[in-house]
């Protein structure tokens, strides 16, 4: 059976009350879709929200002349999971006091106090890393599964631009040798698949153009809601289909 995943996730270094933590990667959230469509999703209540939340690089503007800070995690991957998971907030009796922020979320503006709101709703809907892990067993269990017999029984787990993927992946499980059975140590990046193709196909047409990016295909999927974790793997999996 093939499994295609993508995840978010908090990478470098975190600020600690004795200076500053090892590199790390804490996963944020996590999407897998299985080739007999099922879907998997989920959002983890153990990252470090505070830092992700205030987590920022230094840019240049344009002109070089000025810098600002950029708050790519929050704009990117929190807000969007803040308006998904306030949105869950519509059948409660209190939803009138989540409507405000939704309507915020709208005109792209927030602060510290949607960070509190974001925290509540994470520690609400999230789920623990063993939680995730447990979750994932069972997902991955073809053996249940009537499509054994078309499919196989043992996973493959398809990526794009992968390497950190997995490794936050493996480490829902702790060391690699503490894999589920049956899972392979490695995942397949389609990044690499593309590449690969690419030259192929520049190949087999006598084109020395070395500019021509598989990309450019008419058919090439086109990613819709990127930088959420389940719709990212549901176009890594159109991307498999394509190559």
């Given at each position: 059976m093939k499994y295609f995943l993508d995840t978010e996730f908090l990478e470098g270094t975190q600020k600690t009350w004795f200076g500053y933590s090892k590199p790390t990667i804490d996963l944020i959230s996590i999407g897998i879709v299985a080739e007999d469509g099922r879907e998997y999703y989920a959002i983890s209540n153990e990252f470090n929200l505070k830092e992700a939340w205030h987590r920022f690089d230094i840019k240049r503007t344009k002109t070089g002349n000025n810098s600002y800070r950029d708050y790519w995690l929050r704009d990117n991957v929190l807000k969007p999971i803040h308006y998904e998971l306030a949105s869950k907030e519509v059948s409660t009796p209190s939803y009138d006091t989540w409507l405000e922020v939704i309507t915020l979320r709208e005109n792209g503006v927030y602060g510290d106090r949607h960070y509190k709101t974001l925290k509540k709703l994470i520690n609400k809907y999230g789920k623990s890393n063993k939680q995730i892990a447990e979750e994932v067993i069972k997902f991955t269990s073809t053996s249940e599964c009537r499509f054994v017999e078309e499919y196989g029984d043992k996973p493959e787990f398809y990526g794009y631009y992968a390497d950190y993927d997995w490794v936050v992946f493996c480490w829902l499980f702790g060391k690699m040798i503490d894999l589920p059975q049956g899972f392979p140590?490695?995942?397949?990046?389609?990044?690499?698949?593309?590449?690969?193709?690419?030259?192929?196909?520049?190949?087999?047409?006598?084109?020395?153009?070395?500019?021509?990016?598989?990309?450019?295909?008419?058919n090439y999927p086109k990613q819709t809601n990127e930088h959420n974790s389940l719709s990212d793997a549901k176009w890594v999996y159109e991307l498999y289909k394509f190559l």
């Open positions: 140590m490695y995942c397949i990046d389609l990044k690499q698949e593309l590449e690969r193709l690419t030259q192929e196909v520049i190949r087999d047409c006598g084109n020395n153009d070395n500019s021509y990016k598989l990309q450019e295909h008419p």
